[in-house]
DNA sequence: GTTGAATATTCTAATGCAAGAATATTTCGA
DNA sequence: TCGAAATATTCTTGCATTAGAATATTCAAC
């Protein structure tokens, strides 16, 4: 069983990279597919595969699948450390153009009705 | 130079381990010189030592000398990241006994007049 | 069944820490 | 000058993680 402040390092160990932030702040919009993901955040599908199951295993994601595809989103009853740093992150995306390039990609994929899970 | 998200990314790396938390908590409650730290701690001189630098060199502390002792004190200015989760840390020792003990510690030496820096 | 899309995994290097032991440096006091 | 305390650094070893390339798996559609 993991205590209180092993599991705060777990957070901590998924914030310290900026693609898993980024994936982060993507999702705080809602689940997401991998295929969508990978486009919006225009990086090779296994570093982001690699990256969502780095999350999953530290039990801050849960994925479900449907057909052929897998869809992330954030887990339920998160660490309120983890809640209050997903806060953060919504004031940082307004600051670093990384953040709003993914989210402007994301908003152009979704509105395409040629995409994968629409 | 470093962008905001980086700087982020910075702070998340110091956070993510627990040895670094314990020292953060200590300092939050205003400066303190190495071999408090240390016996606080009950951690091995150069394992602090070395957690200590790695925080200096992320700008998450600044330290001076005064003549023997090296005081450390969380840096001015920090990013609003961090001042956030060192709120959160707060409330972590109030439920996690690892950094009530280092507190308690650390009341036990700063009573004691017959210690290094008083 | 075969193809193709979506996703996951494996392999290989390379990197960045981490711990522990030992040593070096700085400074004060005897 | 010498010894001792406080601090920093070096060295070694091992572990966790990362990227990138390649491959495997799963499933729908034909």
Known sequence: METLSENCVSVYKCLCDLGRLRILNLLRQG????????????????????????????????????????????????????????KCLQD????DPVFQQDLARLAGINTDPADCCD
Chains 1, 2 share one sequence.
């Open 31 to 86: 689940p997401l597919c991998g295929c969508h993901l990978q486009v919006a955040l225009e990086e090779p599908q296994p570093k982001v595969s690699k990256q969502l199951a780095y999350m999953k295993r530290h039990g801050l994601l849960v994925s479900t699948r449907r057909t052929n595809w897998t869809i992330f989103r954030l887990a339920e009853g998160l660490n309120p450390l983890l809640e209050e740093n997903l």
């Open 92 to 95: 940082l995306a307004f600051q």
